[in-house]
């Protein structure tokens, strides 16, 4: 098997760019190493003429994906375009209908499009693989669905939007609030054009939905997982968990409990001195738990030009050097039906409370917290100087239920002043 | 391709007991990802009445090794007996002869032995797949190998003999003496049967040797790593190095440099809020770093039961899923000698010696670094009971060659008392 891997690449941004930079720099050791040399034959973007700093004269234009989707002499169409319709969905089954091995790193189309585009190629006999849509550079996909897969998988955990952990470190770090963080980090570039993608969990929670289903053998089903974003972090909180010896991460949690899989993309606590609390800036970093092997810790770049298109690349050899596999590890048809399953899992929570200054208002919200079942472990009132007094209180564990039924119960007592936040604390 | 494969193991001691579970335990899950049944046909081990809490009454039982190899109803030899020589050889090359593929636990064997076996296996078109060889449960050969492939590698790290870095760490936690804490590992039964393999380094180098051989396309070659073992660690260093925000770890380094692949396996000195600096106990860790991806760190078990099981699994469920690979990644044939190169990599280093308490002497040592072409970054003396004055010296940027030539100019000065300490500083 020593003719060339020939890719066809619809998107030139930024990973399409580092992928062509790849191909080009590491021709000789990837051939070595794929068996084939990999080539590119013909690309694909909006604009032909932009100066992306690398040569692209070498290659065919298509100004149509589809068409660059069926070229006959394109073996693997790599899908770099990004979105979760339109163009890339359009050119992934132009692809598979066509009968071409698909890479891609577009986490939002196979989050939404993944059980479909997978059984669509697996009966046509193709790969669709994805490992640079989940946690950039970090080989999370093989290393769940291949290294791990003799394990039944316990949990999944992670940090998957670098955005999100860049804004939650540096309002921690320079004492800044939410809003400017924000700012700054749009100035920066850091945000997708729609920037709920990135605060508001989405983006991530697409991650958590494609290691769910490798993970646990389900259809990926975005719409199960319970999602919230930074948005109300307040610079209250992340001090407070500080005093606490805690920070707050926008986590992914996947776990199996006694009533099925629970997904959820929320801000939680963690200790700060634990490996996702020691977390900084825009990396990633995924946790997975199984029954053999205890507890995997993964960390490593979670975007940018570099350490995607090498996460694009691995694939890419996977597929010269022959791999097949099915597109989440087992046949499409025997997924299961992931439900959105209210989470049941016991956790300590988090719960800050602006209380009005009066005597009796602490005793108040302790009442309610006790008639919901919620258990007080720790509570702190801070000193203040406005007429809010600030209390702070880490139950012993319980379930977001019973803490949503607390904070109803302390909203009646007419004590409460502005909106309760309440995050989970996942210790382990 | 639905019809069984069948596992012969060879060694039933933790990690055959536990792959035995494992392969009972999950064999429904196991099913459905590696698209067909893996079942065990037969077993091999020294004691055939011995209790492992298995039951194994359903496999053929072979009192030889060989035997086992050749059975016209085992497609895959799993070899988990170890020792680099002896028996696990001949069972190894039986398998290979036998057109068998083979899933081997044993880094000695193969950091010895790999070149030709692999020759062997590539001539006969057979697997030969060792991922529980190197850092127990973590996919660090799968990473490296299949999704790092794209990458030139630059700079392997880690931390891969947790019995070593459960003694430092112990050493550290409680205040104790090498020889204290050497007795209670052993006692806990951490130690291998020759202690040399462990506390020597020997255990470490050899499967940094194997990730050498897979990272830069070399043959593995054992001898031509630098070794340094921890016995020559004392509380004093531990405790320096933590009064410098620093942490003592038996570290495998192979890096490319102008002058070629560096490989050594020595107690260095890393930050104390590093990764690899707060790893406790047996958990072991391996930073790989390439020219697109940046970074990436793996952390997890490096031994046990569990851990060790389910990385040989991830290699029988690649065989069963139809995975072929060359066994260092790339053809054996076209692998690259690994000279025994002498470290240039320029680093800063932590120099401990006592001196003879009288006038000048410390300026007699400052002469002979100076001598030496070994500048000096920090220097402390510490207060002290005896005629010996404990001296501290954080260099500047140098060489392992300088620095040993600034010790030996040291030695001759007649101030230094018993035997300096020179550890390496891995800073980033």
Known sequence: MTHPLRLGIAGLGTVGTGLVKLVQTNADLIAARAGRPVEIVAVCARSRTRNRGVDISAYAWEDDPVALARRDDVDVVVELMGGENGPAKALTEAAIDAGKDVVSANKALLALYGQALAEAAEAKGVALRFEAAVAGGIPVIKSLMEGLAGNRITRIKGVMNGTCNYILTRMEDAG??????????????????????????????????????????????????????????????????????????????????????????????????????????????????????????????????????????????????????????????????????????????????????????????????????????????????????????????????????????????GVVVGEPVALAIEED
Chains 1, 2 share one sequence.
């Open 176 to 413: 800044l609030p939410y809003d400017t963080v924000f700012e700054e980090a749009n100035q920066l570039g850091f945000l997708e054009a729609d920037p709920t993608l990135d605060v508001g969990g989405i983006d991530a929670a697409h991650k958590l939905a494609l290691l769910a289903a490798i993970g646990f053998g389900v259809q990926p089903n975005f719409d199960a997982i319970e999602l919230g974003g930074i948005e109300k972090i307040s610079i209250e909180d992340i001090r407070a968990a500080a005093d606490l010896g805690l920070r707050i991460k926008l986590l992914g949690v996947a776990q199996m409990t006694g009533r099925g899989l629970e997904q959820s993309m929320t801000p939680c606590l963690v200790p700060s001195d634990s490996p996702l609390g020691q977390l900084k800036g825009g990396t990633n970093m995924v946790v997975i738990e199984g029954d053999a092997v205890e507890q995997i810790v993964l960390r490593g770049p979670g975007a940018g030009e570099g350490p995607t298109a090498s996460a694009v690349m691995g694939d890419v050899i996977d597929i010269a050097r022959g791999l097949r596999l099915p597109v989440f590890g087992q046949p499409a048809n025997s997924l299961a039906q992931a439900v959105a399953a209210r989470a049941t899992a016991s956790k300590p929570f988090y719960l800050r409370m602006g209380l009005i200054d009066k005597p009796g208002a602490l005793a108040k919200v302790a009442e309610a917290l006790g008639l919901a079942g919620v258990s007080i472990n720790r509570m702190r009132q801070y000193g203040h100087a406005d007429t809010r007094a600030p209390v702070l209180v880490i139950t012993h564990k319980t379930t977001r239920d019973a803490i949503e039924h607390a904070v109803a119960l302390s909203l009646k007592t």
